[in-house]
């Protein structure tokens, strides 16, 4: 069963930070998925990759298979980032295992 | 095109009642994956159906189950409430479900079990 860890489990930052979230895995994957969770629950996906390193915005997603390590990044963080930030790594097939989530708070 | 959709959005019960939550996927998409998100077990996943066969099944007891429709909607029972399946049930839908693509959320639907 892989093993999903994040960090940090909570985050504050001032607006225009540069934000670093992590995640690391146990076991090798296909494909890691980086999701968004605002305030009343709705989840976003943000991000799906299996290599390298992908950009949307302000959001940059890189992945490291060997060190089994993705990092995700926020350049010129705004207080409506503020949200959870969730990794999740597919176990089989669409059953995925999910981190504890990182509490981010960007203050104006 | 339409987003997923849950319903009912909050739905509260006792002990021992049985619930059924629906979940409608974007459409063209076959695979429908469930969910249960608490504060202190976080996301876990609940089963995943496919064609209207289960595919995956998480670590749940048998009083969760599911279905899954020939239109690809879906639909969750929990039998039997306890207090502990108090929690947000969150479906997503993806086009063939082999954990490389987007998976698309739902709303949730919000359950208190008194």
Redesign the interface.
């Given at each position: 069963k892989n093993e999903v860890e994040q960090s940090p489990q909570n985050l504050t930052a001032q607006e225009g930070e540069f934000i670093t979230i992590n995640c690391s895995y146990s076991v090798g994957i296909s494909a890691l998925h980086w999701l968004q969770q605002h305030p009343g629950g709705g989840i976003v996906s943000l991000f799906m990759l299996s290599s390298g390193k992908k950009k949307h915005g302000r959001l940059i997603a890189t992945i490291n298979i060997q060190e089994k390590h993705s990092s995700l990044h926020i350049t010129a963080s705004h207080p409506r980032d503020s949200a959870v930030y969730i990794c999740a790594v597919p176990e089989y097939g669409n059953k995925l295992v999910f981190g504890a989530g990182t509490i981010l708070r960007v203050k104006s | 095109k339409a987003g997923v959709t849950q319903t009912p959005r909050y739905l509260i019960k006792t002990r021992g009642q049985q619930v059924t939550l629906s979940c409608s996927p974007i459409s063209g998409h076959r695979?429908v994956?469930w969910?249960q998100?608490t504060p202190g077990q976080?996301?876990?996943?609940l089963f995943?159906y496919f064609s209207e066969t289960q595919?995956?099944k998480?670590n749940f007891p048998g009083r969760f189950s599911g279905r899954q429709f020939s239109n690809s909607r879906s639909e969750m029972n929990v039998s039997t409430l306890e207090l502990g399946d108090s929690a947000?049930y969150?479906c997503?839908s993806?086009l063939v479900?082999?954990?490389?693509?987007?998976?698309?959320?739902g709303?949730?639907t919000?359950l208190l079990v008194l």
């Open positions: - | 695979s994956s969910y998100q976080g996301l876990q996943f995943e595919r995956n998480g947000l969150l997503a993806s479900g082999d954990g490389q693509e987007t998976q698309y959320f709303p949730g919000r």
